[in-house]
């Protein structure tokens, strides 16, 4: 078993690699582009989007710190402090959006990695302090405050993936973008999870070494773990911004804003923003644009549904697998919810992957670039996870793993094609940060309504948790179709 688990951590790496030499060396039915621009562009996204990747670790390290720290952090203090940092994470896309349009993606991936970094390292020192008795503070204020920082810088991941290939993609390849978010979205999680996962098992005090990998080992060596009689879960929160820091630096040296700053020739987009490349930035203008464009303020509305069903699966099952025991009146967790709990960043990862793919390829190829009618059908599988999980959530753990999985593919592929492709599309190459930094507000508003409402629900009752969900499927749905037909209209045509 632990062969294929290893084998399938590798898959996504196997698929990017795929898809970058898809994208170099394929023709595409409606642009060409040359091989050596698409081998530059490919050189772009790759550090930008691992940055992405891993701004994701340094923000749901929450989650396994929570796991770790136990009755330090209960369930209602983990949905506060997760709530504070979303709805942060929400309002400051309202900042960060038209600043990014303004001083330029590479900026503000820039400056969101270090701010992240920073961070953590500060959540990091607080629960060295509070686990050695240090400091005798609320964990729960501290980490409110810090974790709302954190999360404020982190709002600059997304915008500035989308702001910088917004100038790279043309409106008919986007779907292929989007599938790339859905990837990136996905190994984010997969170190999230998995890797955060692993830092905590292997700096605990007390160990099972045959347990460990080798990786795990060769940690506890560097960190000189061996004979401490303390946890030491404070690592989760400093190894990703060790990472953050180190790809900083990466993006300074590589990341372009454009095609002419590499040295080649930029390209017609096709978006609405089209044709006004030589026009000043007027913040009053852009969000006016956004503000008053009927598609994306549906799009909004729909990733506010999407924040609530991401995060309501992705968080909340692999506490509820924890708690399932006790409510089973039984002292081990069922074969198939222990596998999804020790994996359950592999398999977030894998859905997701896959999710993307689905989502942008079709998108693409078999709805013309229109985005609306691949959410309306991902939503109709939400829908059907939903309804599923409410069934068997504590009768039938293989239906309710099967359940959570495909909504896991669902909901990432959903975001992908629009909180990663339609805000490009509709924002233009010009307003992408602003329309991106609005339809994310208003995922992470979804977010931390189902973080307060669920830490809320599941502390009485876990059979409330599908229920709670299926009401957003069925609305994402209806918002879903009713934009099936809708696409961008540049403001001049390529021959301008």
């Known amino acids: 078993m632990r062969i294929w688990i290893d084998f399938l951590s590798y898959l996504p790496i196997v698929i990017v690699l795929l898809y970058i030499s898809k994208d170099i060396f394929g023709k595409h039915p409606a642009v060409s582009h040359s091989i050596g621009f698409k081998a530059r562009r490919a050189l772009n996204w790759l550090p930008l989007g691992l940055t992405y990747a891993f701004l994701y670790m340094a923000r749901y390290n929450l989650t396994q710190s929570k796991n770790a720290l136990g009755d330090l952090m209960t369930k209602e203090d983990f949905g506060v402090i997760f709530a504070v940092g979303t709805f942060t994470y929400a309002i400051s ?73 917004a100038a790279w993609f043309h409106v008919k390849e986007r779907g292929t973008f989007g599938g790339i978010f859905g990837i990136l979205i996905s190994l984010g999680l997969y170190f999230a999870f998995d890797w955060s996962k692993a830092i905590v098992d292997a700096t605990l005090a007390t160990v099972d070494y045959s347990k460990l990998s080798w990786l795990q080992n060769m940690l506890r060596d560097i960190l000189g773990i061996t004979g401490s009689a303390t946890d030491q879960t404070w690592w989760v929160f400093f190894v990703p911004a060790f990472i953050l820091l180190i790809f900083t630096l990466l993006d300074l040296i590589i990341i372009r804003d454009e095609p002419a700053g ?54 909340w099952y692999s506490i509820f697998t924890n708690e399932y025991p006790k409510m089973a009146g039984t002292t081990e967790i069922l074969p198939v919810h222990a596998f999804m709990k020790n994996n359950w960043g592999l398999m977030l990862m894998l859905a997701g992957v896959f999710g993307g793919m689905f989502a942008g390829t ?85 977010t931390g309504f189902q973080s307060l409402s669920l830490g809320f629900i599941t502390t009485r009752s876990w059979d409330w948790w599908p229920i709670f969900l299926l009401p957003f499927t069925l609305l994402g749905f209806f918002l879903a179709m009713r934009i099936r037909k809708a696409l961008p209209v540049p403001k001049k045509s390529a021959a301008h």
Do not use: W
């Not at 001083?103 to 270090?114: S, T």
């Not at 309710?400 to 909180?419: N, P, Y």
């Open 93 to 165: 896309f309202l900042i960060n959006g038209p600043l990014t349009d303004r001083f330029g993606g590479k900026k503000a991936i820039i400056a969101g990695a270090l701010g992240s970094a920073v961070a953590n390292i500060a959540m990091g020192f607080i629960t060295y302090a509070i686990l050695n008795d240090h400091l005798q503070i609320p964990l729960k204020l501290s980490f409110s405050v810090i974790y709302a920082v954190n999360m404020y810088f982190q709002s600059f991941g997304a915008v500035a993936i989308v702001k910088v290939n």
């Open 262 to 315: 590499a040295g080649l020739e930029n390209i017609y987009t096709a978006d609405a923003s089209a044709g006004e490349e030589d026009k000043p930035f007027r913040l009053s203008e852009i969000l006016m644009r956004i503000l008053t464009n009927k598609v994306i303020l549906t799009i909004a509305c729909i990733e506010f549904c999407t924040g609530v069903l991401r995060n309501g699966v992705m968080h």
């Open 362 to 446: 079709i998108s693409d190829r078999l709805f013309q670039s229109r985005r609306g009618p691949v959410a309306a059908i991902l939503y109709a599988v939400l829908f059907l996870g939903a309804l599923l999980m409410a069934l068997t959530l504590k009768n039938d753990q293989i239906l309710m793993a099967a359940a959570v999985i495909g909504m896991s593919f669902a909901v990432i592929g959903t975001h992908g094609v629009l909180s990663g492709t339609s805000t490009m599309d509709f924002g233009g190459k010009r307003a992408a940060g602003t329309a991106v930094g609005l339809i994310d507000g208003f995922v992470y508003l979804g």
